[in-house]
């Protein structure tokens, strides 16, 4: 979320966590450590995909750091919506991307040795899948690590099928606002339903929007008039973090 970052960055003071932790545990630990030594408690905590759910653990664990929670993109709570994801992003690619997707999934999941590049090349195929407009040459800059891909995602997925990641949602005490995409893959239903979780919710839906709204041409303006009004005025503290899931 480094342009999400830039953006806001020009009015009030933004941290963008980099989470490097190979846990959950870890990343909930590693965010509530740099947030507590770096923002004015409590901070508004933007979370995109992966970073939604990180967020909101650590919203549910840790209620003194946050003002604020806002999902961005988020992937269902709930195993009973995550089933027809991979589909979807699959049937949006050619004959030839499809055949390599597969590939390089298979690949990720099974390989017993770090497959950075392949876990790379998989992200942006899944880019082209999950976008609607993409506005051209802008795309994530950091490195992929296929290691604590694995084991995050493992653990992760673990917490929807129990339900523990829904239980952990209906503990979270501050007001949340899910942004989400009507041309996301993750089914915008999925998110609209957490208002029978959160005690304080509003759900808003982008049109003509895939999973990265600060990268579509249709949704780009919308999606930071609503996020410079859910952080508030400047001198307020704000919070960007994301680890882009499976599914």
């Not at 905590?45 to 909101?56: D, E, K, P, Q, R």
């Not at 298979?106 to 993409?134: C, H, N, Q, W």
């Not at 600060?214 to 008039?225: C, K, S, Y």
């Amino acid at each position: 979320m480094a342009e999400v970052a830039r953006e806001l960055a020009s009015a009030r003071g933004v941290l963008e966590p980099l989470q490097t932790a190979d846990s959950v545990t870890g990343q909930v630990e590693e965010l509530r450590k740099v947030l507590e030594e770096n923002a004015a408690l409590p901070v508004t905590l933007i979370g995109f995909s992966w970073g939604a759910w990180l967020s909101t653990i650590l919203a549910a664990l840790h209620p003194h750091c946050l003002g604020k929670l806002v999902l961005v993109s988020s992937g269902p709570f709930e195993e009973k919506d995550a089933g027809g994801i991979m589909e979807r992003r699959l049937g949006r690619l050619g004959m030839e991307e499809r055949g390599e997707a597969e590939s390089l999934m298979a690949r990720i999941t099974g390989a017993s040795v770090r497959a950075d590049a392949d876990l790379k090349r998989f992200g942006e195929l899944m880019s082209v899948a999950d976008a609607y407009a993409p506005l051209p040459g802008r795309g994530n800059p950091l490195p992929s690590n296929q290691e604590i891909y694995n084991r995050v995602w493992s653990e992760a997925s673990k917490m929807r099928s129990s339900g523990e990641l829904l239980r952990l949602a209906g503990r979270v005490e501050c007001p949340v606002v899910a942004i989400h995409g009507d041309h996301d893959p993750h089914p915008a239903a999925s998110i609209g339903r957490l208002a029978g979780v959160f005690s304080e919710f509003r759900f808003v839906v982008l049109e003509k929007c895939g999973h990265h709204p600060w990268l579509e041409r249709h949704a780009r303006d919308e999606f930071f008039d609503i996020i410079r009004a859910e952080v508030g005025s400047p001198g307020t503290s704000c919070s960007v973090t994301d680890i882009s899931e499976k599914d």
